[in-house]
């Protein structure tokens, strides 16, 4: 699976907009990027997924570049609850076989 | 989302026992259940799969026989510590593939004393 490369932390201020990028520059054409996020002590939470379209849910929003070698994670709204390590993996789809490699994530810190 | 649940959350215990971790995905059927170990303020690290039926798959660099897996049936894997030791002590975290995608455990929290 391909290396993944974030930064080790960001601060975002409650009700903004947080941004998390993840570069991928090695990502193969059937490799999907998945995004994660880990609260403390407890087990990492699903947030989004997608192969080459922007991507959205009730949690997020994921933009993939046209050449896929990077993209955003956005929480439109941040809280205080948002603040959690997020890990930006790709991999093949699930029922392709593969595994989740965690990488050091992003500590995101959410301020009032 | 599916949910996965362990059990116990949190255990201690004497250096040299065993210690048993359950896995089980509460309404999905997961054929591929995976063991992930995670030390403070590290990233989680993958330690083995295992498939429904057959022998675990372990990572490079993980005992097997330290760290038995049994994947008995669709909804229930588990995590045998055996001759556990103090540096044994982490967060030991589940995840089932299903549904579309993968989900986690809550954790279990292992101190060996």
């Known amino acids: 699976d391909a290396k993944t490369t974030q930064p080790p932390s960001m601060d975002c201020a409650e009700g903004r907009a947080a941004n998390l990028p993840c570069n991928h520059s090695?990502?193969?054409?059937?490799?999907?990027v998945y995004w994660y996020r880990q609260i403390h002590s407890q087990g990492p939470q699903y947030i989004i997924h997608?192969?080459?379209n922007n991507e959205t849910n009730e949690m997020a929003s994921l933009i993939i570049t046209e050449d896929r070698k990077s993209s955003t994670l956005i929480l439109p709204h941040a809280t205080l609850r948002d603040t959690a390590v997020y890990y930006c993996?790709?991999?093949?789809?699930?029922?392709?076989?593969?595994?989740?490699?965690f990488g050091q994530g992003t500590e995101l810190s959410v301020k009032p | 989302g599916a949910v996965v649940s362990q059990h116990p959350s949190r255990v201690i215990c004497k250096s040299g026992t065993s210690v048993k971790i359950e896995c089980r995905s509460l309404?999905?059927?997961?054929?591929?259940m995976f063991w992930y170990r995670q030390f403070p303020k590290k990233s989680l690290m993958l330690m083995a799969t295992?498939?429904?039926?057959?022998?675990?798959?372990?990572e490079q660099g993980v005992e097997k026989d330290k760290f038995l897996i049994n994947h008995a049936s669709l909804t229930l894997s588990t995590l045998t510590v055996t001759s556990a030791h103090p540096e044994d002590s982490s967060f030991y975290i589940c995840?089932?593939?299903?549904?579309?995608?993968?989900?986690f455990g809550p954790g279990t929290r292992l101190t060996v004393l």
């Open positions: 995840s089932a593939r299903g549904e579309g995608t993968q989900f």
């Open positions: 090695t990502i193969s054409g059937n490799e999907y």
């Open positions: 997608g192969l080459k």
């Open positions: 993996i790709v991999r093949v789809l699930y029922n392709q076989g593969g595994k989740l490699i």
């Open positions: 309404d999905f059927q997961a054929t591929t």
């Open positions: 295992s498939n429904e039926g057959s022998k675990a798959t372990y």
